[in-house]
């Protein structure tokens, strides 16, 4: 009875100090991506390809590391630019991580996978049944508030037009560092949007854009 009071309240004060920002949730450290090297252009051009059979092998940290940032790391620190385009340098996406232990948001200045929760919501990611087991799942938010939105205002179509446009970008350098490093990778836009906002603690104006997954060639 005692046990369980203090093993209670332990709880309590741990997630009082993470709510306050005094202690950090498990963010995951990445090694430097290695910016150098992999296959050449056209070999890798030649080898891009949808894939919808995954291992449920994890990616090793350098694999992540290099994949986030081929798809949306800085690759000229002097002024803060990326591996992709954003339309107007608006920048407005973030690249979440879906793993096994938890959702993720990429920071590139940081290098790290900033914890969001430490909940498994791979399978919410996709209607297909690949995403629920393959080690890694993408999800490509656009906050629109970054492109002048304002708060209460209706999200259109057209809103998300260039959002659109810079996930492409980003989802192809995706497939073509999965084509060098040989592993297997699929982007979706068969996601269910209003099921996984909630789950990813998503604010109005955050809007899902498509999925990727990515993992070792399943059999
Ligand atoms: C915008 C977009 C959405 C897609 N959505 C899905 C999807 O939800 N599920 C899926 O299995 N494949 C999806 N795909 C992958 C396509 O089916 C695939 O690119 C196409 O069959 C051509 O195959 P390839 O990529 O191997 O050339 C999508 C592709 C694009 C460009």
Avoid at 70 to 75: D, H, M, S, V
Avoid at 114 to 139: E, M, Y
């Amino acid at each position: 009875m005692k046990k369980a009071f203090f093993g209670f309240a332990a709880i309590l004060i741990i997630n009082s100090l993470i709510t306050r920002g005094m202690i950090q949730a498990q963010d995951i450290s990445l090694p430097s991506p290695s910016r150098k090297g992999g296959m050449p252009l056209m070999e890798a051009l030649d080898a891009r390809g949808s894939a919808r059979l995954f291992s449920e092998k994890d990616l090793s940290l350098q694999q992540l590391s290099d994949l986030l940032w081929a798809a949306w790391g800085i690759n000229r620190e002097s002024d803060g630019k990326r591996t992709a385009p954003s339309s107007h340098n608006r920048q407005e996406m973030d690249l979440y991580v879906t793993l096994r232990s938890g959702l993720y948001i990429y920071d590139a200045t940081g290098c790290r996978l900033k914890q969001v929760h430490s909940r498994d919501i791979r399978a919410l990611t996709g209607t297909q049944d690949f995403p629920a087991t393959a080690p890694v799942n993408l999800v490509y938010v656009a906050d629109l508030a970054k492109r002048g939105l304002k708060e209460g205002q209706q999200v259109t179509e057209a809103d998300q037009l260039s959002s659109w446009a810079n996930t492409g970008f980003m989802a192809q350098n995706v497939y073509l560092f999965c084509a060098s490093e040989q592993l297997a990778c699929v982007i979706r836009a068969m996601v269910p949007r209003d099921k996984l906002a909630p789950e990813m603690g998503l604010k109005p104006l955050q809007v899902i854009i498509l999925a990727q997954t990515v993992g070792f060639p399943g059999e």
